[in-house]
């Protein structure tokens, strides 16, 4: 089968609430269990969405950058963890015409999509290096077969993890002369162990655990980016701009989420000594001014690169990356806002706010992080300005 010849569901753009209430409804029982949120990512499929990114050439609706990150606003405004186990299934898809995979490989996997739930997920954080954000080569090995290739190397942070239905392995091959490649391993195949380790503040359900990797057997064929051994095989902060913008958009979803929660108590609290909500206080009006400052700031930042994007305007990696770096800071600000607003109500595990507060912490956490983010801006910044720039 060809990816030409599949024909996916229409994602349900016009019903984004109502996938965010369904999301909603299971994300505090999630949260609580640390389970893997099956019924979130089936309602996420049933809309549609985990292949909105898909080209239409592939039979796919071709969602575009801002469809994008308004699908995962609304989803991390349910639930962030399955929001960014989807997320990690949009990207690959969204750029499939910019690094493509081999066509039957594809066509396989858009056909297990139209069927059912088919997560993917780039495993690229090692033990011993961390993010390739920051630099450096894998440890992970694929050694060459009479069929294909064998895989051998222990991954970190693998979101979705217990229900990928394909890893996405980054790894040297051990010829005389090493290449770094992207190798999809079936997630049933043998030598395949998840290591249920994933035990965080926030973003509990997530499950994105460590994967252990021995000896996985593979076709030839399972192979993307497969390049020589270089600068050029570790990972572009500044290339990959878009990609970390639109995962601002699941947790500007976060801040949303929240901020609604916070309105809702400054209707409903009326203390006794002031005889109405207090709403009508000088200091929630500020305060609830101050949240949206912040919030629709994020917004227009996101939206202002994602628009430019749909529109085949370049934005600069220096610029999106800028983005995140801003946006991060604004949402999690926004929460920590309201938290502090509501005081000891808010930190009651009893309302989403404690919820909220402690997922939107993972925010700074995807790589490329602040610091990293700003030397890149900074020598992006700089090199323009110098000499010849």
């Not at 299971?26 to 640390?34: F, H, L, M, Q």
């Not at 195949?189 to 509990?204: D, K, M, T, V, Y």
């Not at 930042?301 to 994602?306: A, E, M, P, R, S």
Request: proline share 7%; charged share 20%; aromatic share 6%.
């Amino acid at each position: 089968m060809t990816a030409a010849t599949v024909r996916l569901p229409v994602p349900a753009l016009d019903r984004l609430a109502e996938v965010t209430a369904a999301l909603a409804s299971t994300a505090p029982e999630y949260d609580r269990s640390g389970a893997f949120p099956h019924a979130a990512i089936r309602a996420v499929h049933e809309a549609g969405l985990l292949t909105a990114g898909v080209d239409r050439r592939y039979g796919g609706a071709g969602a575009g950058p801002t469809d994008l990150a308004r699908i995962l606003l609304a989803l991390g405004k349910g639930d962030p963890s399955a929001a960014l186990i989807t997320a990690m299934t949009l990207v690959p898809h969204a750029f499939q015409t910019r690094r493509p995979w081999p066509e039957e490989l594809y066509g396989r996997l858009l056909a297990e999509s139209a069927l059912r739930p088919t997560l993917l997920n780039n495993a690229r954080v090692e033990p011993d290096l961390g993010s390739p954000a920051r630099g450096g080569l894998p440890a992970t090995r694929a050694r060459r077969t009479a069929g294909g290739w064998s895989v051998s190397g222990r991954k970190r942070f693998v979101t979705g993890a217990e229900g990928l239905s394909y890893f996405l392995v980054w790894a040297a091959t051990d010829e005389p002369v090493p290449r770094i490649g992207t190798f999809v391993l079936p997630a049933g195949s043998p030598g395949i162990e998840i290591i249920p380790n994933w035990r965080q503040l926030g973003l509990r359900a997530s499950g994105s655990h460590d994967v252990s990797f021995t000896e996985v057997e593979i076709p030839a064929g399972n192979v993307l980016d497969i390049a020589d051994r270089g600068p050029g095989a570790e990972q572009d902060n500044l290339a990959a701009g878009a990609i970390h913008v639109l995962l601002s958009a699941l947790y500007l979803g976060v801040a949303r989420a929240a901020q609604e929660y916070v309105h809702r108590f400054a209707h409903e609290r009326v203390p006794a000594n002031l005889g109405r909500s207090v709403a009508t206080t000088d200091r929630f009006k500020q305060a609830a001014g101050e949240i949206e400052t912040l919030l629709s700031t994020a917004e227009q930042l996101i939206f202002g690169v994602t628009d430019r994007l749909d529109r085949s305007i370049p934005v600069p990696g220096a610029e999106a990356l800028a983005a995140k770096v801003v946006t991060v800071r604004h949402v999690t600000t926004a929460v920590q806002t309201g938290l502090r607003l509501l005081g000891n109500p808010g930190l009651a595990q009893d309302n989403p706010l404690e919820r909220h507060f402690r997922d939107i912490q993972s925010a700074g956490v995807h790589a490329p992080q602040e610091d990293t983010a700003l030397l890149n801006i900074g020598a992006a910044v700089l090199a323009a300005a110098g000499p010849g720039g």
